[in-house]
């Protein structure tokens, strides 16, 4: 069957195209649902440094725990909410309760240097994103400086110029400025230059290989691109003790992965600090 192709051309949907396209659907609809319900959560992964083995930041990570069939994990989630525009709305909630965890561990002595929140292009888009970031940190006493918000190096691509001048306003407010992913998108160097980038994290891709053949070949080059453009690295998915050598020889600054410690909740996450501080 045909249907309008607002690109031009006729549009093919197979019965397959179609029911995957009602599911999506129905995970939308659900999702919206259980946020507005209060039933989404945010849980985060330390970073530790490698200069000191200290845990110098967070990761805060959106979450949907299992109250129906539609439940999907971020990977999934996190498109269809930023092509429905809700990540607007679930993205300010995340901020919120980050800043929310990172104050009350601030008071109980547990808070890292800093915490990351993940950031999408729809959210981006709104004229008043940086006023609004500063808002909920003065909202919760959180200083700017131990903010850094993360956004992907393929949705730098997606509009430079919305991208380059909320990232200059941002990080005039004292935000710091972390790519994502990076490696996984197609930036020039000339771009990358316009951007005030204080962290580059490699993408899982690159570390999966490092310790095998000349797969340290990228991470390397990250490395030294990141280390000349002024901005630390953090290495994304760190699984073996291995890869934390190569990371290591290479001069990375920050590993973040399933060796040191999964996405929990955050009362979790202080007993995971103090223990590791107490040895
Ligand atoms: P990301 O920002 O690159 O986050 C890192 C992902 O790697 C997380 O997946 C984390 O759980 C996973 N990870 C960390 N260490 C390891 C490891 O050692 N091994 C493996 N295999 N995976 C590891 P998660 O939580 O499923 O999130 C997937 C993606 O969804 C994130 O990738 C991010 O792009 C997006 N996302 C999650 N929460 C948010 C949010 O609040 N807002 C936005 N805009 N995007 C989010
Ligand atoms: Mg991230
Ligand atoms: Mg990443
Ligand atoms: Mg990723």
């Known amino acids: 069957r045909a249907r309008i192709n607002p690109h031009g ?4 949907f197979s019965p397959d195209m179609e029911q995957h396209t009602h599911w999506r659907l129905e995970v939308l609809r659900q999702l919206r649902r259980d ?4 039933r989404l959560a945010v849980w985060f992964q330390p970073q530790v440094s490698l200069a000191d083995d200290g ?12 109250t129906s069939g539609f439940t999907q994990p971020p990977g999934v989630f996190i498109p269809l909410a930023e092509e429905s525009g809700l990540i607007v709305d679930i993205g300010a909630w995340v901020l919120d309760q980050s ?23 729809p959210q981006m888009r709104r004229p008043d994103f940086p006023e609004r970031v500063v808002r909920t940190l003065a909202a919760r006493g959180v200083p700017p400086s131990a903010l850094e918000l993360e956004i992907t190096e393929s949705q730098l691509l997606d509009e430079p110029q919305v991208v380059l001048r909320n990232l200059h306003a941002l990080k005039q407010e004292g935000i710091q ?17 316009q951007l005030p980038i204080d962290c580059i994290k490699i993408d899982r891709s690159f ?9 340290d070949l990228f991470a ?32 990375c600054d920050t590993v973040q992965g399933f060796l040191y410690g999964r996405p929990m909740p955050v009362d979790e996450l202080a007993g995971w600090i103090e223990q590791r501080t107490r040895h």
């Open 177 to 193: 400025i972390t790519i994502d992913d990076f490696g996984t998108g197609y930036s020039s160097l000339g771009y990358l230059r």
């Open 55 to 66: 845990v110098i930041g967070l990761e805060a990570l959106a979450r949907w725990p299992d």
């Open 99 to 121: 800043c929310a965890a990172f104050s009350r561990l601030a008071a109980s002595g547990h808070a890292p240097r800093r915490f990351a929140v993940n950031v999408s292009m």
């Open 207 to 215: 570390v999966v290989e490092i310790d095998r053949g000349r797969g």
């Open 35 to 38: 946020f507005h319900d209060g």
């Open 220 to 251: 390397e080059t990250i490395i030294t691109l990141a280390h000349k453009l002024g901005a630390e690295t953090v290495a994304e998915g760190v699984e073996t003790a291995a890869q934390v050598r190569c990371l290591r020889n290479l001069g």
């Open 9 to 12: 051309g006729p549009l093919y």
